[in-house]
C-alpha cells in the first residue's frame, strides 16, 4: 500500500464510506458556541450538541478528520513538545460517528478490520494489545469471542480512587452528561512477545503507543453520580494520524513520518542546520503548523485566552531558534515552507499567507528584544544559582517584570536539568491573581457553565445599594457546590440570589460589597458579590442558624469597606482626568482598572515610561482637585443624550431606551461609570502614587492609594529616610549630600578594584604565555591550562588578553575559587564554525558533575562552575587530548 500520511488520510476517509459513513469537513479550531473549549481538541468536538441530544446528527454515520490544537486548557501537551516522538500542539484526529446506530460489536469490527485487514493498514496482530474497563465485560466478550483477539493481549483497566467515571478507560464530557467506558488499542514496538505484555503500561511509551481510542456513550451521568441509559447510545473514536502513519512508514516518531521530515529539512536548509534530529528544529516545525493554522482561524495574539496560548506558542518557537543561533527575524519565513509542504489541507494558509507572516513577523519583531535581554537575565540568575532548583521569586521576576514567559524558564531549565521551585510559584501566582481579581473570572467561567445555573439566568435582581447601604429582599436562588438547593445551614460556604439588594456586584473595575444578610433563622456573612448578567450571587458563609429558599432577609452593606472603595474608585477618576492633562489625550486610554478597599489601579495606553516630573504633576492636580472639595454627582442619561454630550466609546449598544449612569465630578472630570462614589473630593483626603510600570507592549499601569493608606506610605517613607540617614550617620538635611559622597567612593573603590584585577590578569596572562604549553595546528593555538584563587570576572580579562596576544585560538582555562572551580572557554569569530565553546564547556561540565551557566547562545564565550574541585586537573587533560586530536586530524 502506498504509506504516504496523505494516502493514509484517504484510506480511512476510503475504509468508512464503503461502511455506509458520510464525510464531513474539518471543523474550525476555534469551537463554535462552546465557552468550556479554548481549541477544538477532539474529533468528537464539532458533534457535542449532538451527543447531548440539542441537536439533530445530519447523518447516523460519520468520518472525518479533525484539525486539533492542545496547547491550553484541559489538554495541554505543549510543555511536552520537543520531549516526546509523539505529542504535537497541533495533529490531525480521524475519527468515525454513530449517532443511535451501530455499537460497540461494530465498532470493534470496523476498527480491526482497517487496522489489520491486507487490502487496509495490514498490521500484524501480534503488534496489538487493547483495553477495556473491567466492568465493561460486554466490550471484553466483543474482542475475545467475536474479533477473536487472545485473553492475553486485553487488559483489563480499574478505576481510579474506587471511582468508575475517573478510570483512564471510562470517557465523559464534563461532570454531567453523555458517558460511557472505553476500549483502547495500543501498538507494541521493537520485538517484544507475550512474556513483556504483562508489564506494558501506557505510561512506558517506549514500548507501546496508543493508537485509537473507541468510546462507547451509553450512560447519561446525573448530579448524584447516577449512570442511566441513554436510550440511543452513540459511538465516538480518535486514531491520531501522525501517530498512525508513524507506525505504517516504520519510524519511531511521528516527527519522522513523510509530511514532517519533508518540513523539518526545508527549515534547516532555511536557518542553515545540519543536524535534523535536533530538539529544537522539532519544536519549530510543530509551533510553525500550530500558530499558521490558529491564525487562519482568526485567532491573533493578545494577553487572554486564545491569543495569549498562541503567543506562548509562538515565542516558545522563537527561544529554540535562538537555540539553534539564528539571531535575526526567522518565523514568519517558515510559512511558505508549510504551505509547501502540507498537500490540499493547507488551502486555506495558501489564501491567508499573507496575514499570517504578518502576524508572525509583528509579534516576532515585538518579542525579540524581551526574549534577549530574558535569555542574558536567566543565564546571569543559573551563574549564580546554589543547588538544582529556580528559585519562584527570581521566575516570577523575570516573568512580571522583564516579559519572559515561565514556560520559556522552565524549558531552558530543564535541558541544564534544573527544576523550578513550582510550589513557590504556585503560591506567588496564587497572591498576585487574587490581586487582580483574575480568581474571580475563572469562578465566572465556571458558574456560567454549570447546567443548573443556566437555569436562572431569567432571574433579575434590582440593585438598590447607590442610595441605601440597607434594604430587604427575597431570596429566589440558593447554590452550594454549584448545585442548586432549598436550604442552607450553619457553617455553608455558598452563594445566595435575592430579588433584589443593596450589595454592588463587582464590575466597571470596583470589587463587590462585603456585608451580612439576616433572616429570621440565620445570618448569612457576605465575604463577596459578583454580578453575572442581570444577577447579583452573594458569596459567603452562613455563621448563624439556616436561611431558606423564599425567605425575605434585610441586607447591612459593611458601611467602612463600602466607604474606601467609594474614595479609591473617585481618585481613580480624578487619575484619568489628570493623566489627560499631562499626557497627550490622545495617547491616553483607559485599558482597565482596579478598585477595592486598599489602593487603585489604573491601566492606560501610553508609549514610554512615565517621566518623574510627570508622576508628581500628576498627583499635584489630582490632589489639588480634593481640596477643592468638587460636588460629585451622578446623572441617568438615555443614549440619544450620551451622544450629544460625547460620551460614547464605551456605550456597546445601539439600544436607544437603554439608559446610563453618568458621573460628574465638579468642572473637572465626567465619565460613564455604574460604580459607587463619595459625594465630594475632600472626603479622598490626599493621594498618592505608589509605582507607574509596564505590562505589555504600550500598555501601562499606576497603583495609587488615599487617605489613611497614603498617610501610611508617607510614614513607611519618612521611616526609610531617618533609618537610611542613622546607617550614614547623618541627619536627614545632609542624607543626599552624604549619599552622593558615599556613591563617590564606591565608584572610586570600584574602579580601583578593576584596575587591581587588570593588572592581576595582564600577569596571569604573561605568566600563561610564558608557563603553558600552546600547541599550533597550521596557525590555530591551543591554550588550556589552571590558574588558582581567580574570581570569574578576571578570568574574562585573561582570556580577551590572551586572544589578542594570540589571534586565531582556542582558550580553556580553569581556576579555583575556595572550594569552587570556575571555567571558561573562549573562542576567536573565526574558529566558531568549527567548535562551539559551550560544546567544549558541556564536555567539561560532564566531567566534574557542574552546570552550564553561561553558554548557549554564546558559541564563541562560554562559562560555568562546580562546587567540586575533584578531578577538574583530570578534566582539563580529557578536554585537552580531545581538542588536540580534533585539530591535528584537521590541519596535520
Known sequence: MNNSTIAIRQMFFDFFCSKGHQ????SSLVPNNDPTLLFTNAGMNQFKKMFLGMEKAPYQRIVTSQRCVRAGGKHNDLENIGYTPFHHTFFEMLGNFSFGDYFKYDAIRFAWELLTGAQWFNLSQEKLFVTVHNTDDETYTIWAKKIGVSPERIIRVGNNKDNACTSDNFWQMGETGPCGPCSEIFYIYGEQGLDSLSSITKKDRNQCIEIWNLVFMQFDRQNDGTLLSLPRPAVDTGMGLERIAAILQNVNSSYEIDLFKKLIVNIAKMIGTNNLNSKS?????????????LISDGITPSKEGRGYVLRRIIRRALRHG???????????????????????SANQLQCQQKFIEQVLRLEEEQFSRTLERGLILLNEELAKLDGDVLDADTVFRLYD???????????????????????????ILEAKRQNNRLIRKDSLIATRNNSVLRTHYDHRTRFFGYENLQHKGKVISLFYNDQSVNTLFHGTKAMVVLDETSFYGESGGQVGDQGILKANSGIFEVIDTRKYGDIVFHHGTLKYGKLELGEQVATQVDKIYRTHICLNHSATHLLHAALRQVLKPHFVKQKGSLIDNKHLRFDFSYHEPMKPEQIYSIEEIVNEQIRRNLLIETDVITLK????????????????AQKFRLLKIGDFSTELCCGTHATHTGEIGIFQIISEFGIATGIRRIEAVCGAEALKQIHYKDSLIQNVAKLLKCNTQTLLNRVQTVYENSKKMKKELQKLRNQQAMQQSNFLLESSRIHDFNGTKLLVSQLEYLAPQVLRTIVDNLKNQLGRSIIVLAASEGKKVNFIVSITKDLVDQVKAYDIINNLMLKVSGKISDGKGKPELAQAGSKSACDFQLALKSTEKFLITRFRMKFE
Open 401 to 427: 517584570t522583564y516579559g519572559f514567559p515561565i514556560d520559556l524558564t522552565n524549558d531552558i531549565c530543564r535541558e541544564h536539568n534544573l527544576r523550578l521551585d513550582e510550589a513557590g510559584l504556585r503560591t
Open 322 to 344: 535562538r537555540t539553534l543561533g539564528i539571531n535575526e527575524i526567522f518565523f514568519y519565513k517558515l510559512v511558505p515552507l508549510l504551505i509547501d509542504t502540507m498537500d490540499k
Open 641 to 656: 443624550e450620551a451622544k450629544e454630550k460625547g460620551i460614547t466609546k464605551k456605550i456597546k449598544t445601539e439600544n436607544s
Open 281 to 293: 528544529l522539532r519544536v519549530i516545525a510543530d509551533h510553525i503548523r500550530s500558530c499558521s493554522f
Open 23 to 26: 464525510m464531513l469537513p474539518s
